[in-house]
């Protein structure tokens, strides 16, 4: 079964640092997004990417947030000062088609640890 | 009003059980709608979709009513391995999730 790649599994990083979450979609799928979830809360959604574009971003996704898709196959979520409330498991998801008909396929997550 | 709301439990149930999650949708424009299942620190898994006829797989069936923006998850005969948490999802323009409910399958 085909799967979304996420990798590390987990990151520990000093506030203030940055960092840079890979993720690998689906090899077919169109549409990728990050989500998070802080220990103990619902997952929320931070942004979708569509044809090598932002299609949308929630108000959590700030300045200090980017995404990239530097080649074929991979996905990132940088964050470029890291901040205490910013620990918390990211998940990269992909789908073929926006997700209406199909729901996304999420990764493994990674993990964030900010000290 | 919360996007997806759902009773966050936990659901102690015995294995074998009968047990059904409700969860209510503010937006009525919403397209789609899914169920999905977390592990403890693990991704969301795609469980069901749920269609205005209402589906079944094994031994899971969902119902969604649109006229109350209310969905249903209906788990027969429990197994140890549905212990759980039961997230509900709305389609928009991308997935929104509930809190999830909890679910403890007991022997």
């Known amino acids: 079964e085909p799967e979304v790649t996420q990798t590390p599994s987990h990151q520990v990083t000093q506030m203030g640092q940055e960092v840079i979450l890979r993720c690998v979609p689906i090899?077919?799928?169109?549409?990728f997004y990050w989500y998070r979830q802080i220990l103990g809360q619902k997952v929320e959604f931070l942004v979708s990417?569509?044809?090598?574009?932002?299609?949308?971003k929630s108000e959590i996704f700030d300045d200090q947030f980017s995404v990239e898709r530097p080649d074929g196959s991979n996905f990132t979520l940088k964050i470029r000062s890291t901040k205490l409330e910013d620990s918390a498991m990211y998940f990269c998801?992909?789908?073929?088609?926006?997700?209406?008909?199909?729901?996304?396929?999420f990764g493994s997550g990674t993990r964030l640890t900010v000290v | 009003r919360k996007e997806v709301e759902q009773d966050p439990g936990p659901f102690n149930v015995p294995e074998g059980a009968t047990v059904a999650f409700n969860c209510t949708y503010s937006?009525?424009?919403?397209?789609?709608f899914f169920w999905y299942r977390q592990d403890c620190r693990k991704e969301p898994k795609l469980l069901m979709s749920?269609?205005?006829s209402g589906n079944e797989d094994g031994r899971f069936t969902a119902q969604l009513n649109r006229a109350s923006q209310y969905i249903s998850l209906l788990i027969r005969d429990s197994k140890l391995s549905d212990s759980a948490t039961y997230l509900c999802?709305?389609?928009?323009?991308?997935?929104?999730f509930g809190t999830g409910t909890r679910l403890q399958v007991f022997p």
């Open positions: 998801a992909s789908s073929e088609a926006g997700g209406a008909n199909y729901g996304y396929t």
């Open positions: 090899s077919n799928h169109l549409y």
């Open positions: 990417f569509y044809n090598n574009e932002i299609s949308e």
């Open positions: 937006n009525s424009a919403s397209q789609s």
């Open positions: 749920v269609y205005s």
């Open positions: 999802v709305v389609v928009t323009d991308k997935l929104i």
